[in-house]
C-alpha cells in the first residue's frame, strides 16, 4: 500500500554528496566452467564485460546465468576456466577480498539490523587499519540512504520497508563496499509489475551516474532488452549470443536465440533448390542455404499482408483474431499441422474467420534443422 | 568443500562435530548406558527376580492402568481443542491456547500439591470424600489424575498447528459433496492429521508412564497398590537394592527407546503429516 | 489479514463457519481443561492466599525456603547458561554439517524428554557418585559431584538440554543461506559473519529456549533428588521443600513455596511471550 506514494520520487533523481571514487574495470570469463555432482550448469562460457557496461544475462531457467553471476561473486568456485578482474586473475579470490557489490534475489538483507546497520555492514567488518571512523561510517550510510532514495528511513527495520524499499537498502548496502563491479540477481524478481517498471528506470539512471562495471541476470527479455547497454543469452551453460538489442533481435545468432527472444513462433520447413514451401505458396530461401528441413522463426511483425500474389507470396487461412494496443492481430495457419502463427494489420482491416489472407516475409530467421 | 569465507574450515567443523558428539556422549547417551550396565551387571538372575517380585509386577500393571487411562481421555480432550481452535475463529483463543499448555510450566510436585489440596484428608472436598468413603489421594484415581495433568498438553499441541496449517477448504469441500459433520471429521479430517495423533500419543504415553514427581505426591507409596513403576524405581533404590532399582529402570528406558525411534521414524517417513516444527 | 477479520465480526464471539461442532467442542475442551487444570491452580492460589501476601513473604524468606530457593534457582540458571552454549553448538553441528552418525545423534537429543526422570536421577546419581564411572575420576582430587549443588546441576544440565536445541535448530534451519553470502560478498570473514549475522538472528530463538529450560529445571524433581543428597541449606532444590512440608502436613507452607515457584515460572513465561512477539514486530513485520 505504502508502494504507490513511494514511487513518484524513484525516478527523479536528486543530487547527493554520494562520490563514487574508483575507475570501473572489465570483468572476463574465459572458458568458465562449472558443474555440481556431475550435473554441468555452465560450460565453458568467455565473455567479457566492458568498464562501466551494463549487461545482462538473459535466459530460461536453468540456462546457468545464476551459476555464472555467482561465480563472478566468488560465491562458487570454478571446475574450470579463469575469472579476471581487470588484469588481476580473480579466479581463486576468496568472495571477501573480491570487492563485488552483489544483490541477491531475495536481497538477504540482515533482518535483525536496522537499515543503517544493513548498509554500514561492510564497512564496520572491515578490517581495524581500513576501517573508517564511526562518524564516517554513519555519514556514509545516510549518504547512500540518499543515493538510492530513502533518506530518513535508517531507523527502520527491513522487515517495515517495502519490496522496492528493500531492493534499495540491498543496493545501497553493495554500493557501500565501494564494489569494482555490481553483481544483480534478478533485480526485479521479486517486485510487481508496476514497481518493475519505475525502478528500472531509476536502475538505468543510477547506473548512468556511479558507472559501475554491472552485470545483471534476468529471465525478462524485456527487461534485459531494455535496460542492458549488452545482454548475453545463455542456454544450457553456453553463451548462444552476445549482442545489442538490435542484434539479439534482428540478428540472432542461433535458433534458440531466434525462438527465445521476440514472440517467434518456429515452423519446420524444408528447403528445396533455393525455396521454401509455405502455405500455398514458396519463398526464396537465403543464399546458398543447403536443401533439407530447416526451421523458420517468424515474429508478428514479421508478416505483412501481400498486395499481389506471386512469387514470394503465400497464404494462411484466419484462425483467430485479437486486438493489441492500436493494432490487430490475425492469427493464421499456413499449412495444416503447422502451429499457427501471427500477423499484425492495421485496425481499419477487419478480417473474418475462415478468410485467407496473402503474405509476404520480411525477415527470414532460417536455421537447419538439427 | 567450499572456501571458508561461507563455511567453516574442515578440521573445525570436525573440531565442533566433536565438542558436540562429546557433549551429547556424556550427559545423555553414557546415564543410558549405565541404566542397563547397571541393571545387568549382576547377571540375568537378580533381573529376572526382580521382575518376578509381585510389587514390581503390581507396579507395571498400574503404571499400563493409568496409561491405559490417560491417554484416550488426552486424546479425545486434544481432538476436541484441535477442532474448535484450528477450524473455528473466536475470541479468547489465544487465551486458550496459552492455557493448554500451562500444565507444562507447572512444576510436577506443584501439579500433584494441587489435588492433595483439592481432595487430601484436609482438602476442599476432604471431608465430603471421607464422608462417602471414597479415597482419591493416596490411592489410584489421584494418581490418574495427576498423571492427567501433567500430560494434558501432548496430544492438542501436536495438532492444533497441524490442523491450523491444514485451513478449513477440505472439510468445506466434504461438507459441500454432502457428507455429515461426523462422517467429515472421521473421513477428511482425521486421517490428514493421523501421523501427529500417534506422534502426540507417543509423547503422551511416555510421560504418563514415566511421570514420577506429581504422582509421588499423591500415591502415599503404598507397595503392590499405589506404587507405579518409576515409583518402584524410587523405593528400591532407596532400600539400596539397586539392581532392582535399575532392572526396573531398564524396562522405562526400555519403553523411552521405543518412543524415540518411533518418533524418529514417524519424523523422517511422515513429516507432511506432522506440524512445521516436527520437521526436520 | 486477521485484524480485519476480528473488526469484521466485532460483536459476535464466533465467526459464523459451514463447519460444525465448534459448540460441542468448544464446550467439552473448555470444561475438562477448567475441571483438570484451572480448578487445582486456583485452589492452590486460594490456599496460599488465606497465608496473605505477607504469610507467603513470611514463608519464602525463612533461610531454609531461602536456600532452596537459592540452590533450585542458582542451579537452575547455571544449567540454563551451559545449555544455552552446547545447545546451540549442538544445533548448528546438526543443521550445518553432514557426519555419520548426524540423525542418531538428532534422536537422542529428544532423550530426557522420552526418559523418565526418576530413571535418568539414579543413572546420573550412580555415574556421578564418588566411586562411580566418572565419580571416580574426580574423586582423587576431592571433587565431589553427587550429593552436591554440582550434581543437581549436572542433572538440571540433562533435562534442559533439548529445550534449548529444539527451540534453535529450526530457526537454524530455515535461515537463508544468502544472508551468510551477502555478508560475505561484503568483506565479512567467517567468524563475522557467524558472529555478527548467523548468531544474533537466533537470539530470539535462544532466549525462548534458555527460559524454557530455566523453568523446566526450576520445578524439576525427579531427576535431582537422587543425585542432589538433599541436605538443607545446601543441596535442598524448592520442590523437594514442598515434599518434605506435605509430609509435614504443613499445607499452608507448602502452597506459600508452590505459588512462589508458579509465579516464577510465569514470569519467565512471559518473558519468552514478549521476547517472541517483539521479534515477530521487529523482524517479520507481523
Same mark, same amino acid.
Given at each position: 500500500?505504502?508502494?504507490? #506514494?513511494?514511487?513518484?520520487?524513484?525516478?527523479?533523481?536528486?543530487?547527493?554528496?554520494?562520490?563514487?571514487? /574508483?575507475?570501473?574495470?572489465?570483468?572476463?570469463?574465459?572458458?568458465?566452467?562449472?558443474?555440481?555432482?556431475?550435473?554441468?550448469?555452465?560450460?565453458?562460457?568467455?565473455?567479457?564485460?566492458?568498464?562501466?557496461?551494463?549487461?545482462?544475462?538473459?535466459?530460461?531457467?536453468? #540456462? +546457468?546465468?545464476?551459476?555464472?553471476?555467482?561465480?563472478?561473486?566468488?560465491?562458487?568456485?570454478?571446475?574450470?576456466?579463469?575469472?579476471?578482474?581487470?588484469?588481476?586473475?580473480?579466479?581463486?579470490?576468496?568472495?571477501?577480498?573480491?570487492?563485488?557489490?552483489?544483490?541477491?534475489?531475495?536481497?538477504?538483507?540482515?533482518?535483525?539490523?536496522?537499515?543503517?546497520?544493513?548498509?554500514?555492514? /561492510?564497512?564496520?567488518?572491515?578490517?581495524?587499519?581500513?576501517?573508517? #571512523? +564511526?562518524?564516517?561510517?554513519?555519514?556514509?550510510?545516510?549518504?547512500?540512504?540518499?543515493?538510492?532514495?530513502?533518506?530518513?528511513?535508517?531507523?527502520?527495520?527491513?522487515?517495515?520497508?517495502?519490496? /522496492?524499499? @528493500?531492493?534499495?537498502?540491498?543496493?545501497?548496502?553493495?554500493?557501500?563496499?565501494?564494489?569494482?563491479?555490481?553483481?544483480?540477481?534478478?533485480?526485479?524478481?521479486?517486485?510487481?509489475?508496476?514497481?518493475?517498471?519505475?525502478?528500472?528506470?531509476?536502475?538505468?539512471?543510477?547506473?548512468?551516474?556511479? +558507472?559501475?562495471?554491472?552485470?545483471?541476470?534476468?529471465?525478462?527479455?524485456?527487461?534485459?532488452?531494455?535496460?542492458?547497454?549488452?545482454?548475453?543469452?545463455?542456454? @544450457?551453460?553456453?553463451?548462444?549470443?552476445?549482442?545489442?538489442?538490435?542484434?539479439?533481435?534482428?540478428?540472432?545468432?542461433?535458433?534458440?536465440?531466434?525462438?527465445?527472444?521476440?514472440?517467434?513462433?518456429?515452423?519446420?520447413?524444408?528447403?528445396?533448390?533455393?525455396?521454401?514451401?509455405?502455405?500455398?505458396?514458396?519463398?526464396?530461401?537465403?543464399?546458398?542455404?543447403?536443401?533439407?528441413?530447416?526451421?523458420?522463426?517468424?515474429?508478428?511483425?514479421?508478416?505483412?499482408?501481400?498486395?499481389?500474389?506471386?512469387?514470394?507470396?503465400?497464404? +494462411?487461412?484466419?484462425?483467430?483474431?485479437?486486438?493489441?494496443?492500436?493494432?490487430?492481430?490475425?492469427?493464421?495457419?499456413?499449412?495444416?499441422?503447422?502451429?499457427?502463427?501471427?500477423?499484425?494489420?492495421?485496425?481499419?482491416?477487419?478480417?473474418?474467420?475462415?478468410?485467407?489472407?496473402?503474405?509476404?516475409?520480411?525477415?527470414?530467421?532460417?536455421?537447419?534443422?538439427? | 568443500? *567450499?572456501?571458508?569465507?561461507?563455511?567453516?574450515?574442515?578440521?573445525?567443523?570436525?573440531?565442533?562435530?566433536?565438542?558436540? =558428539?562429546?557433549?551429547?556422549?556424556?550427559?545423555?547417551?553414557?546415564?543410558?548406558?549405565? =541404566?542397563?550396565?547397571?541393571?545387568?551387571? *549382576?547377571?540375568?538372575?537378580?533381573?529376572?527376580?526382580?521382575?518376578?517380585?509381585?510389587?514390581?509386577?503390581?507396579?507395571?500393571?498400574?503404571?499400563?492402568?493409568?496409561?491405559?487411562?490417560?491417554?484416550?481421555?488426552?486424546?479425545?480432550?486434544?481432538?476436541?481443542?484441535?477442532?474448535?481452535?484450528?477450524?473455528?475463529?473466536?475470541?479468547?483463543?489465544?487465551?486458550?491456547?496459552?492455557?493448554?499448555?500451562?500444565?507444562?510450566?507447572?512444576?510436577?510436585?506443584?501439579?500433584?500439591?494441587?489435588?492433595?489440596?483439592?481432595?487430601?484428608?484436609?482438602? !476442599?472436598?476432604?471431608?465430603?470424600?471421607?464422608?462417602?468413603?471414597?479415597?482419591?489421594?493416596?490411592?489410584?484415581?489421584?494418581?490418574?489424575?495427576?498423571?492427567?495433568?501433567?500430560?494434558?498438553?501432548?496430544?492438542?499441541?501436536?495438532?492444533?498447528?497441524?490442523?491450523?496449517?491444514?485451513?478449513?477448504?477440505?472439510?468445506?469441500?466434504?461438507?459441500?459433496?454432502?457428507?455429515?459433520?461426523? *462422517?467429515?471429521?472421521?473421513?477428511?479430517?482425521?486421517?490428514?492429521? *493421523?501421523?501427529?495423533?500417534?506422534?502426540?500419543?507417543?509423547?503422551?504415553?511416555?510421560?504418563?508412564?514415566?511421570?514420577?514427581?506429581?504422582?509421588?505426591?499423591?500415591?502415599?507409596?503404598?507397595?503392590?497398590?499405589?506404587?507405579?513403576?518409576?515409583?518402584? !524405581?524410587?523405593?528400591?533404590?532407596?532400600?539400596?537394592?539397586?539392581?532392582?532399582?535399575?532392572?526396573?529402570?531398564?524396562?522405562?528406558?526400555?519403553?523411552?527407546?521405543?518412543?524415540? !525411534?518411533?518418533?524418529?521414524?514417524?519424523?523422517?517417513?511422515?513429516?507432511?503429516?506432522?506440524?512445521?516444527?516436527?520437521?526436520? | 489479514?486477521?485484524?480485519?477479520?476480528?473488526?469484521?465480526?466485532?460483536?459476535?464471539?464466533?465467526?459464523?463457519?459451514?463447519?460444525?461442532?465448534?459448540?460441542?467442542?468448544?464446550?467439552?475442551?473448555?470444561?475438562?481443561?477448567?475441571?483438570?487444570?484451572?480448578?487445582?491452580?486456583?485452589?492452590?492460589?486460594?490456599?496460599?492466599?488465606?497465608?496473605?501476601?505477607?504469610?507467603?513473604?513470611?514463608?519464602?524468606?525463612?533461610?531454609?525456603?531461602?536456600?532452596?530457593?537459592?540452590?533450585?534457582?542458582?542451579?537452575?540458571?547455571?544449567?540454563?547458561?551451559?545449555?544455552?552454549?552446547?545447545?546451540?553448538?549442538?544445533?548448528?553441528?546438526?543443521?550445518?554439517?553432514?557426519?555419520?552418525?548426524?540423525?542418531?545423534?538428532?534422536?537422542?537429543?529428544?532423550?530426557?524428554?522420552?526418559?523418565?526422570?526418576?530413571?535418568?536421577?539414579?543413572?546420573?546419581?550412580?555415574?556421578?557418585?564418588?566411586?562411580?564411572?566418572?565419580?571416580?575420576?574426580?574423586?582423587?582430587?576431592?571433587?565431589?559431584?553427587?550429593?552436591?549443588?554440582?550434581?543437581?546441576?549436572?542433572?538440571?544440565?540433562?533435562?534442559?538440554?533439548?529445550?534449548?536445541?529444539?527451540?534453535?535448530?529450526?530457526?537454524?534451519?530455515?535461515?537463508?543461506?544468502?544472508?551468510?553470502?551477502?555478508?560475505?560478498?561484503?568483506?565479512?570473514?567467517?567468524?563475522?559473519?557467524? %558472529?555478527?549475522?548467523?548468531?544474533?538472528?537466533?537470539?530470539?530463538?535462544?532466549?525462548?529456549?534458555?527460559?524454557?529450560?530455566?523453568?523446566?529445571?526450576?520445578?524439576?524433581?525427579?531427576?535431582?533428588?537422587?543425585?542432589?543428597?538433599?541436605?538443607? %541449606?545446601?543441596?535442598?532444590?524448592?520442590?523437594?521443600?514442598?515434599?518434605?512440608?506435605?509430609?509435614?502436613?504443613?499445607?499452608?507452607?507448602?502452597?506459600?513455596?508452590?505459588?512462589?515457584?508458579?509465579?516464577?515460572?510465569?514470569?519467565?513465561?512471559?518473558?519468552?511471550?514478549?521476547?517472541?512477539?517483539?521479534?515477530?514486530?521487529?523482524?517479520?513485520?507481523?
Amino acid at each position: 500500500m505504502r508502494k504507490a #506514494s513511494q514511487l513518484g520520487d524513484v525516478t527523479d533523481m536528486t543530487d547527493t554528496t554520494f562520490d563514487f571514487s /574508483g575507475k570501473p574495470i572489465a570483468i572476463t570469463a574465459e572458458g568458465l566452467a562449472k558443474s555440481f555432482l556431475g550435473v554441468v550448469a555452465v560450460n565453458g562460457i568467455d565473455l567479457q564485460v566492458k568498464p562501466g557496461e551494463l549487461m545482462a544475462l538473459l535466459g530460461p531457467s536453468g #540456462s +546457468g546465468k545464476t551459476t555464472l553471476l555467482r561465480l563472478f561473486a566468488g560465491l562458487e568456485t570454478p571446475t574450470a576456466g579463469r575469472i579476471l578482474f581487470g588484469d588481476e586473475d580473480a579466479t581463486h579470490l576468496p568472495v571477501r577480498e573480491r570487492r563485488v557489490g552483489f544483490m541477491f534475489q531475495h536481497y538477504a538483507l540482515f533482518k535483525h539490523m536496522s537499515v543503517a546497520e544493513n548498509v554500514a555492514y /561492510g564497512l564496520h567488518v572491515r578490517p581495524r587499519r581500513l576501517r573508517p #571512523s +564511526g562518524a564516517e561510517i554513519r555519514k556514509r550510510a545516510e549518504d547512500l540512504l540518499e543515493l538510492v532514495q530513502l533518506p530518513g528511513l535508517g531507523k527502520r527495520y527491513p522487515a517495515q520497508l517495502s519490496g /522496492g524499499q @528493500r531492493q534499495r537498502v540491498a543496493l545501497a548496502r553493495a554500493l557501500a563496499v565501494e564494489p569494482r563491479v555490481l553483481l544483480l540477481d534478478e533485480p526485479f524478481g521479486a517486485l510487481d509489475a508496476q514497481v518493475r517498471r519505475d525502478l528500472r528506470r531509476w536502475l538505468r539512471e543510477l547506473h548512468d551516474r556511479t +558507472g559501475h562495471t554491472t552485470l545483471f541476470v534476468t529471465h525478462d527479455q524485456e527487461e534485459a532488452l531494455e535496460l542492458a547497454d549488452r545482454v548475453a543469452i545463455l542456454n @544450457r551453460g553456453r553463451l548462444e549470443q552476445l549482442g545489442g538489442a538490435d542484434d539479439i533481435l534482428d540478428h540472432p545468432a542461433t535458433p534458440f536465440v531466434a525462438g527465445f527472444v521476440g514472440d517467434a513462433v518456429r515452423l519446420s520447413v524444408s528447403v528445396e533448390a533455393g525455396w521454401i514451401s509455405l502455405g500455398r505458396g514458396k519463398v526464396p530461401a537465403p543464399f546458398q542455404f543447403p536443401a533439407g528441413p530447416a526451421e523458420l522463426f517468424i515474429r508478428p511483425y514479421d508478416l505483412t499482408l501481400a498486395h499481389s500474389t506471386g512469387h514470394g507470396t503465400f497464404t +494462411g487461412k484466419v484462425v483467430g483474431t485479437r486486438r493489441v494496443g492500436s493494432a490487430r492481430r490475425a492469427e493464421l495457419i499456413l499449412e495444416d499441422g503447422l502451429p499457427s502463427v501471427e500477423v499484425t494489420l492495421p485496425l481499419e482491416h477487419a478480417v473474418l474467420k475462415g478468410e485467407e489472407l496473402h503474405l509476404n516475409l520480411l525477415t527470414m530467421r532460417l536455421f537447419p534443422a538439427r | 568443500m *567450499r572456501e571458508t569465507a561461507l563455511t567453516e574450515s574442515r578440521p573445525l567443523q570436525w573440531l565442533l562435530i566433536a565438542a558436540a =558428539v562429546a557433549f551429547l556422549a556424556l550427559f545423555l547417551v553414557l546415564p543410558l548406558v549405565a =541404566v542397563f550396565i547397571e541393571a545387568l551387571h *549382576r547377571g540375568i538372575e537378580p533381573l529376572l527376580a526382580t521382575y518376578a517380585d509381585e510389587d514390581t509386577l503390581a507396579a507395571i500393571y498400574l503404571t499400563l492402568i493409568v496409561a491405559a487411562i490417560t491417554v484416550p481421555l488426552n486424546l479425545v480432550f486434544g481432538l476436541a481443542a484441535a477442532w474448535a481452535i484450528a477450524k473455528f475463529e473466536f475470541r479468547g483463543k489465544s487465551l486458550l491456547i496459552s492455557l493448554i499448555d500451562l500444565p507444562f510450566s507447572v512444576s510436577p510436585v506443584v501439579s500433584g500439591l494441587t489435588f492433595v489440596l483439592l481432595f487430601g484428608a484436609q482438602g !476442599v472436598f476432604g471431608s465430603a470424600l471421607d464422608a462417602w468413603d471414597i479415597k482419591i489421594i493416596f490411592a489410584v484415581p489421584g494418581i490418574v489424575l495427576a498423571t492427567i495433568f501433567v500430560t494434558f498438553p501432548f496430544i492438542a499441541r501436536e495438532l492444533i498447528p497441524l490442523m491450523q496449517e491444514q485451513g478449513t477448504s477440505e472439510e468445506e469441500a466434504a461438507l459441500t459433496l454432502g457428507a455429515s459433520g461426523l *462422517r467429515t471429521f472421521m473421513t477428511v479430517t482425521l486421517p490428514n492429521v *493421523r501421523w501427529a495423533l500417534l506422534y502426540g500419543v507417543l509423547l503422551c504415553n511416555a510421560r504418563a508412564m514415566g511421570e514420577f514427581g506429581a504422582v509421588s505426591v499423591v500415591s502415599g507409596h503404598i507397595r503392590g497398590l499405589t506404587n507405579t513403576m518409576p515409583l518402584q !524405581v524410587e523405593i528400591l533404590y532407596n532400600e539400596y537394592n539397586f539392581v532392582g532399582a535399575f532392572a526396573v529402570s531398564a524396562l522405562l528406558a526400555g519403553l523411552a527407546l521405543v518412543t524415540l !525411534v518411533a518418533k524418529s521414524i514417524l519424523e523422517w517417513r511422515h513429516a507432511e503429516g506432522l506440524s512445521t516444527g516436527r520437521r526436520h | 489479514m486477521t485484524v480485519s477479520k476480528v473488526t469484521g465480526q466485532r460483536f459476535t464471539f464466533v465467526r459464523p463457519s459451514a463447519l460444525p461442532g465448534f459448540g460441542i467442542t468448544l464446550g467439552f475442551a473448555t470444561t475438562y481443561l477448567s475441571l483438570i487444570v484451572l480448578l487445582p491452580l486456583v485452589v492452590l492460589v486460594w490456599r496460599a492466599s488465606a497465608l496473605g501476601l505477607d504469610g507467603i513473604w513470611k514463608v519464602a524468606t525463612t533461610p531454609r525456603v531461602m536456600a532452596a530457593l537459592e540452590v533450585s534457582f542458582m542451579t537452575s540458571a547455571l544449567a540454563a547458561l551451559l545449555n544455552a552454549f552446547f545447545g546451540t553448538l549442538v544445533a548448528w553441528v546438526l543443521v550445518r554439517y553432514d557426519f555419520p552418525g548426524r540423525r542418531l545423534l538428532d534422536a537422542a537429543v529428544d532423550l530426557p524428554f522420552a526418559l523418565p526422570t526418576a530413571v535418568a536421577g539414579i543413572a546420573l546419581a550412580a555415574l556421578y557418585a564418588p566411586n562411580g564411572w566418572i565419580g571416580a575420576l574426580f574423586a582423587p582430587w576431592g571433587i565431589k559431584i553427587a550429593f552436591t549443588p554440582l550434581g543437581i546441576f549436572i542433572a538440571l544440565v540433562f533435562i534442559g538440554l533439548p529445550f534449548v536445541v529444539r527451540t534453535v535448530q529450526p530457526v537454524l534451519q530455515d535461515f537463508e543461506r544468502e544472508v551468510e553470502e551477502a555478508s560475505a560478498t561484503l568483506g565479512a570473514t567467517r567468524l563475522q559473519t557467524v %558472529f555478527r549475522v548467523v548468531l544474533p538472528a537466533l537470539v530470539p530463538a535462544l532466549v525462548t529456549g534458555v527460559a524454557l529450560a530455566f523453568a523446566r529445571a526450576v520445578g524439576e524433581y525427579g531427576s535431582v533428588i537422587f543425585i542432589a543428597g538433599n541436605i538443607p %541449606f545446601v543441596s535442598e532444590i524448592a520442590p523437594l521443600l514442598i515434599v518434605t512440608r506435605l509430609e509435614e502436613f504443613d499445607y499452608a507452607g507448602a502452597s506459600a513455596i508452590a505459588v512462589v515457584m508458579l509465579t516464577i515460572s510465569f514470569v519467565a513465561l512471559l518473558i519468552i511471550n514478549s521476547v517472541q512477539a517483539l521479534s515477530r514486530r521487529r523482524y517479520e513485520g507481523a
